[in-house]
């Protein structure tokens, strides 16, 4: 069964950081062949991709609003994918999910066929 874990969120402090993690057990979805997605969604709103990574070649994308403050990151044997947030503001609070296909990143494809449940992030002080 194909399902995707995230972990890592929490109630940070405006200026804090996190590191999200997205994994999946490696017989169902190998990272090595699937562009992985980050994606956010706050009360209210709709869902918005936060940036992906290249399976191909560990390239990144990312949504204006985050750029120079998360980066995405990837661990092969791990088979697992990392958000790290710094420089956290209030709206970047949200559920934050992570997302597996092939060839999806390059192209801004959002349309990501395995989902994983998300893991909470709130920016309070």
């Known amino acids: 069964q194909v399902q995707l874990m995230e972990s890592g969120g929490g109630l940070v402090q405006p200026g804090g950081s996190l590191r999200l993690s997205c994994t999946a057990d490696r017989f169902y979805l190998d990272f090595y062949f699937n562009d992985i997605g980050w994606f956010r969604q706050a009360p209210g709103k709709e869902r918005e991709g936060v940036g992906c990574?290249?399976?191909?070649?560990?390239?990144?994308m990312y949504a204006d609003s985050v750029r120079d403050r998360f980066t995405i990151s990837r661990d092969i044997q791990k088979n697992e994918v990392y958000l790290q947030m710094d420089n956290l503001k209030p709206e970047d609070s949200g559920t934050y999910y992570c997302?597996?296909?092939?060839?999806?990143?390059?192209?801004?494809?959002?349309?990501?066929?395995?989902w994983g449940q998300g893991t909470q992030v709130a920016v309070s002080s």
């Open positions: 997302a597996a296909d092939r060839r999806r990143c390059a192209s801004g494809n959002e349309e990501y066929e395995f």
């Open positions: 990574i290249s399976s191909s070649d560990g390239s990144t």
